[in-house]
């Protein structure tokens, strides 16, 4: 599946508890337990089985959240039962590579002596966390600042997943109340969403518009799993990957375009001048080495101090050049040869 489609899939189904409806009565004169929520389902802390308790649906009203925003929306909740607890529910989309995800959830805490019961929000990946996020109210204290109390706060697990992931680990979220008998966990707007990494935007860039056409939608669809897209791909075949490309910022299909030396002459006066292939916006440092005491090669080197940035606009191709005129470097070489380097910044 392609990403346009994964990230219009990350929809959360009755994110506001509103699709069941039949409620004009607020509080806990009309609340719903028991009564299957749509979109999701109730589960233990195995997730394998029907989770206890007096679980469902309610609408909230002033007496309850007097601080809340939340109007006339209905609210999840979990009510007593076992510890663990949940709310869960399967998305229409699979783990993408390079891509942030966002799952969110408001938190409320009641205005009443009813004891919360801590919270636990996990992003899984075919049916394992990959990623999670858990308070208590002194956590939802801390974020409002003060006091939390008959309020709705909004609590968030980020995931950022590595370039490379496994296919077809769908994904799903589950909403936990952490303790048992005797706490409630009251939750709104669930939502979760996604944007592309840097390399993510970068793979996008450069490959998104060669792959996957879509005629329905008229648009190409990127897939992040392209080969060719990968980090250690090299599609131009200038010896330098795809990683070394995007960090240099220069183009990965383009084999003239690559990070390196160009050019190298010495003056009559014995001054060295090298120039190397830049990109506007980027900087780098000019690093030397005089090798062993027979002037061979030894790695070592010592980095000048300057730092060159390439005035250009970003992303734009040009050149640098160095002139070793010995004020930077020491003074003239110490055994006849030199050595020279140059390294982003």
Same mark, same amino acid.
């Given at each position: ?11 959360? &189904? ?45 609408? %909230?009203?002033?007496? &309850?959240?007097?601080? *809340? ?8 909740? @979990? ?11 399967? #998305?229409?989309?699979?783990?993408? %590579? ?30 394992? $966390? ?54 409630? #966990? ?7 969403? *996604?944007? @592309? ?19 329905? @939608? ?70 030397? $080495? ?13 980095? &000048? ?7 250009? %606009? ?29 390294? @982003?910044?």
């Amino acid at each position: 599946m392609t990403l346009c489609q994964e990230f219009w899939n990350l929809a959360v &189904i009755n994110g506001r508890f509103e699709s069941n409806g039949g409620f004009q009565v607020p509080c806990f004169e009309a609340i719903a337990y028991g009564t299957r929520v749509i979109g999701w389902d109730y589960v233990t802390g195995g997730g394998t089985n029907l989770a206890d308790g007096t679980n469902g649906y309610y609408m %909230p009203c002033s007496t &309850i959240f007097p601080n *809340s925003s939340n109007g006339t929306n209905y609210v999840a909740t @979990l009510m007593s039962g076992s510890p663990g607890n949940a709310f869960l529910q399967t #998305l229409r989309a699979h783990l993408l %590579p390079s891509t942030v995800y966002t799952f969110s959830v408001a938190i409320g805490m009641r205005d009443t002596s009813d004891v919360f019961g801590g919270y636990q929000l996990d992003l899984l990946a075919g049916g394992v $966390s990959v990623g999670t996020t858990s308070g208590t109210a002194a956590t939802l204290n801390a974020l409002a600042g003060g006091s939390a109390m008959g309020e709705f706060i909004t609590v968030s697990c980020v995931v950022t997943t590595a370039v490379l992931v496994a296919s077809n680990q769908q994904l799903a979220i589950r909403i936990t109340k952490i303790d048992g008998a005797g706490t409630y #966990l009251d939750f709104n707007n669930v939502q979760v969403t *996604s944007q @592309l990494t840097p390399y993510g935007r970068w793979q996008q860039e450069y490959f998104g518009a060669s792959t996957n056409y879509n005629p329905a @939608l008229g648009i190409y669809e990127y897939s992040p799993t392209v080969p060719a897209s990968l980090p250690d791909a090299d599609p131009n075949g200038d010896g330098q990957d795809n990683w070394v490309a995007y960090l240099t910022g220069d183009n990965p299909l383009d084999s003239n375009s690559v990070f390196k030396i160009a050019s190298f002459t010495m003056a009559t006066n014995g001054w060295f001048t090298f120039t190397w292939q830049s990109v506007g916006g980027k900087s780098y440092q000019v690093q030397f $080495s005089d090798g062993d005491a027979g002037g061979g090669f030894n790695g070592a080197f010592t980095t &000048i101090a300057t730092v060159f940035t390439d005035p250009d %606009p970003a992303g734009t191709p040009g050149t640098m050049s160095f002139t070793d005129d010995y004020t930077l470097t020491d003074g003239p070489p110490a055994h006849a040869n030199r050595y020279y380097r140059v390294s @982003l910044y």
